[in-house]
């Protein structure tokens, strides 16, 4: 037998989501895709069992490409939960078979396949009363708003944050942690049926629309854009001189800044250990609300996509993974 026969030399495949070539959901594929190589260093590779879904990830430039060059084919999801199955030599803190959540580094493949890879940092035990569904629909957006309130708002109690797109995965998040914090959260929603639910989840003041007219110049102390790209100049406008403004998407307008004399930020999420597990005691004792809007099993993820909530609820779009056998 030719030695490229032997099953030792065949690549070990998974099934995976994945897109060969620039795009939207209209590249993504259901497919074999080799499996990530065994675990050096402090990375580990897990069992994915949920991979939850930002729509807008294929727009991101760490999606298609690693310190400038091109790494189709990509595999988007970079939220999961999961089982551990196999560690690196320097990896102390998790072993075979350890129920995990985490964050795939964004210019990494991610998780809309059987298995994923990811230095063990990125990781947290995830709790046994959490299911994997509600874990991995959280743990993206939970950990933006909890990085957002704490670290880039400079927010102290009492004071006023303009969220636009409080019904959103992020946008539900951030009310919850600056309502948390004892911020005055005023929320901006297109529709009037979600009124009651973001004013559940903490926010002090609803306004309903694209363009709010009742958003008063330099009314707020800080706002923060949970929709995506294209940060409205009144979002600016809204708040107070030498007050905070935070983009998601992409980085805000200088000039709009300037003009406003506020200061304007992006940033990008960072898994942070301490972060971690304290998202893990909180969905652990009920003490956040995740709201999953739909699931759809990882061969159908283009869909997933595709449908880009279309569903109409509020939370999270997660991909169920089941394991070969099933
Ligand atoms: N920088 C980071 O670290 C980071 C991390 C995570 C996400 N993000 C970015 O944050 C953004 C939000 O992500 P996500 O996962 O929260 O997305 P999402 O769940 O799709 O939420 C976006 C929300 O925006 C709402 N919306 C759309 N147009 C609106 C408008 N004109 N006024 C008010 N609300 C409007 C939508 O509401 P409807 O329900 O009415 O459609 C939707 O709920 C994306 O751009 C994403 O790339 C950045």
């Given at each position: 037998m030719n030695i490229a026969d032997s099953p030792d030399m065949q690549p070990r495949l998974m099934k995976a989501l994945r897109a060969h070539a620039r795009g939207g959901p209209e590249q993504l594929v259901y497919e074999d895709a080799p499996l990530p190589p065994p675990p050096t260093g402090s990375d580990v590779c897990a069992r994915v069992t949920a991979a939850a879904v930002t729509f807008d990830e294929l727009t991101w430039p760490e999606t298609w490409e690693s310190d400038g060059v091109d790494r189709t084919p990509i595999i988007p999801s970079h939220e999961f939960a999961g089982v551990v199955f196999a560690v690196g030599p320097d990896v102390h803190d998790y072993s075979i078979g350890d129920q995990v959540f985490g964050l795939v580094p964004f210019d990494q493949d991610g998780a809309a396949a059987e298995v994923v890879r990811l230095p063990a940092a990125n990781l947290a035990r995830k709790p046994a009363n959490v299911s994997d569904v509600v874990a991995a629909a959280a743990v993206l957006p939970a950990l933006t708003a909890m990085e957002a309130v704490e670290e880039h708002l400079r927010l102290e109690s009492g004071q006023r944050l303009l969220i636009r797109g409080g019904t959103g995965a992020v946008g539900s998040f951030l009310i919850q942690f600056a309502h948390r914090a004892g911020i005055a959260v005023t929320a901006i929603v297109r529709s009037r049926d979600a009124v009651e639910v973001v004013e559940r989840l903490g926010a002090r003041e609803v306004l309903v629309g694209d363009e709010p007219d009742e958003v008063a110049p330099a009314s707020f102390d800080a706002s923060i854009d949970s929709?995506?790209?294209?940060?409205?100049e009144w979002l600016y406008r809204a708040v107070r001189p030498r007050g905070r403004v935070i983009t998601l998407q992409e980085a805000p307008d200088a000039a709009l800044a300037e003009a406003f004399d506020v200061d304007a930020q992006f940033f990008v999420v960072s898994p942070d250990a301490e972060h971690l597990d304290r998202l893990a005691a909180l969905l652990s004792d009920g003490g956040i609300e995740v709201a999953v809007a739909q699931t759809y099993p990882l061969s159908e993820g283009r869909a997933a996509y595709t449908d880009r909530?279309?569903?109409?609820?509020l939370g999270k779009t997660v991909l169920e993974v089941p394991t070969s056998s099933e």
């Open positions: 929709v995506g790209a294209g940060t409205p909530g279309r569903a109409g609820r």
